[in-house]
């Protein structure tokens, strides 16, 4: 199999159900989506080379594949209600994660700036992107075009994730985060 087929020479991807120029917003919700996947990889690649972060590198490699699910419910050209493969529940064991890694990390008071350890400043490159595949799906979403609502939780969750996992890595390795130094005390204490 030819990794080209040359079939999107003039702007137009397939989609499933039908075919839809290149810049179609339900290309650029997935797309995004698919760059958010590769930052991951790579965060979960450093992970991988500390055996203090085995059990985050397992956890990012199980969002990759959330991921590609979610990426799959946007792929429909087809406006017919699809079959979906996400649901509520990777979002609810996000929110178990996000409790156990909140539990790794110092209290925070102050807004911090991404950065730190390696690991930690590429779960902030994350934790934005995904924002941003968020931003993309809501005005999906908002043009009229069926979404999957399990997908949009999911990602808003998602971003708290990778906040939550950055300073937990930060932690983990005993590097402290980057503190904005012009920040006042604006977090109540949780804990």
Not at 128 to 143: K, Q, S, Y
Not at 154 to 171: E, G, I, K, P, T
């Amino acid at each position: 199999m030819k990794i080209y087929t040359r079939s999107g020479d003039k702007g137009q991807t397939s989609l499933i159900g039908g075919r839809v120029s290149k810049d179609d917003a339900r290309v650029e919700a997935y797309g995004t989506l698919d760059e958010l996947n590769a930052f991951v990889g790579h965060a979960a690649a450093v992970a991988r080379k500390s055996e203090e972060l085995a059990s985050l590198e397992l956890q990012l490699q199980e969002i990759m594949q959330e991921l590609f699910d979610c990426g799959s419910d946007l792929a429909f050209a087809d406006e017919k209600q699809p079959v979906y493969k996400m649901t509520g529940q990777p979002t609810l064991r996000l929110e178990g994660w996000i409790d156990e890694l909140d539990q790794l990390a110092p209290e925070i008071t102050r807004f911090i700036l991404p950065g730190g350890s390696e690991v930690a400043a590429l779960l902030h490159v994350c934790r934005t992107v995904c924002r941003r595949a968020e931003r993309r799906i809501v005005t999906l979403a908002g043009a009229g075009h069926p979404v999957n609502s399990d997908v949009i939780a999911y990602v808003n969750r998602l971003s708290d994730y990778f906040f939550a996992a950055a300073r937990a890595a930060n932690a983990m390795l005993q590097v402290e985060d980057v503190a904005y130094e012009r920040s006042a005390d604006v977090f109540r204490k949780t804990r």
